[in-house]
């Protein structure tokens, strides 16, 4: 594995902890379990997953806070996302304005090379000791 994929796959780590902790603590109030952001079961945190709107693929939303959120599988792999609930979901927390960004946004360039790959694992390595 090259240097470049071992820090977008540590910073994935880490923004994908950062994500799920987040919603439990939101949802549930607790550490250990959250509500899937679009069916609203609640899960496990380690069984959870940190979910896209607008796919991963996308490099310039993919570490948008307001575009991943906790999702159970059956949502986020199985109903590749439970799109048409989590657009509604955006719109009702963040407004039609935030929800026209990041679909704008899906398709301008991002490039994440090295330090600042490195410079965004560290900040959500301190945010998660912050929840």
Request: hydrophobic share 30%; charged share 30%; net charge positive.
């Amino acid at each position: 594995m090259t240097e470049h994929l071992k820090a977008q796959k540590d910073l994935w780590h880490y923004f994908s902890i950062y994500i799920r902790l987040r919603d439990c603590k939101e949802t549930t109030g607790t550490l250990t379990h959250g509500r899937c952001f679009t069916c609203s079961k609640v899960v496990p945190y380690q069984e959870a997953d940190a979910g896209h709107y607008i796919s991963r693929v996308y490099k310039s939303t993919c570490y948008d806070e307001r575009n991943v959120h906790l999702q159970c599988v059956n949502c986020n792999r199985l109903l590749r996302g439970n799109p048409e609930i989590y657009k509604k979901r955006i719109i009702a927390i963040y407004g039609q304005e935030v929800l026209d960004d990041l679909e704008h946004r899906k398709f301008q360039l991002a490039l994440f090379k090295g330090t600042i790959l490195d410079d965004m694992k560290t900040y959500y390595q301190e945010k998660i000791k912050t929840l």
